[in-house]
């Protein structure tokens, strides 16, 4: 079905004007895709932004009880026997593997897929190949 700007051309057209419609046909379809890439982007944005209170505040209870569950385990190796900055070094190291991989891990996970604004690419896909389609 048709939409107001795609409507049928009278064969009576010449070539220039049947050019002309089809450039500015296509300009409009792509200033309409524009639009709504940025529509989506905002709305991905807009919901990604919501959630940043709630995890930052997470994030610092956790880097709390992360702080006082490695004090405790360095008390537990002194405790066992292990000399206090010997125990200390271990539950750093420890804790520096594991940050380091939690990150990576993170980072591979975050990938800028989760930001691109497939629906209209894969629209703007599409335009381009029924744009092919009318000039053929």
């Not at 940043?52 to 008390?75: E, H, I, N, R």
């Not at 930001?115 to 896909?125: D, G």
Request: charged share 15%.
């Amino acid at each position: 079905m048709p939409s107001d700007n795609m409507r049928p051309v009278p064969p009576d057209r010449s070539l220039p004007e049947l050019a002309s419609s089809l450039v500015g046909q296509i300009s409009t379809l792509f200033r309409k895709e524009v639009q709504l890439a940025r529509a989506e982007m905002g709305e991905k944005l807009g919901s990604m932004a919501g959630a940043v209170v709630p995890m930052a505040a997470g994030g610092g209870l956790l880097l709390g009880a992360l702080v006082l569950l490695l004090l405790a385990l360095a008390s537990l190796l002194v405790h066992l026997g292990v000399i206090r900055g010997w125990a200390e070094l271990i539950v750093g190291i420890l804790a520096a593997i594991g940050g380091y991989v939690l990150i990576r891990t993170g980072i591979s996970k975050l990938g800028s897929a989760s930001l691109v604004p497939s629906r209209t690419m894969e629209q703007l896909s599409r335009d381009a190949q029924v744009a092919k389609e009318q000039v053929q």
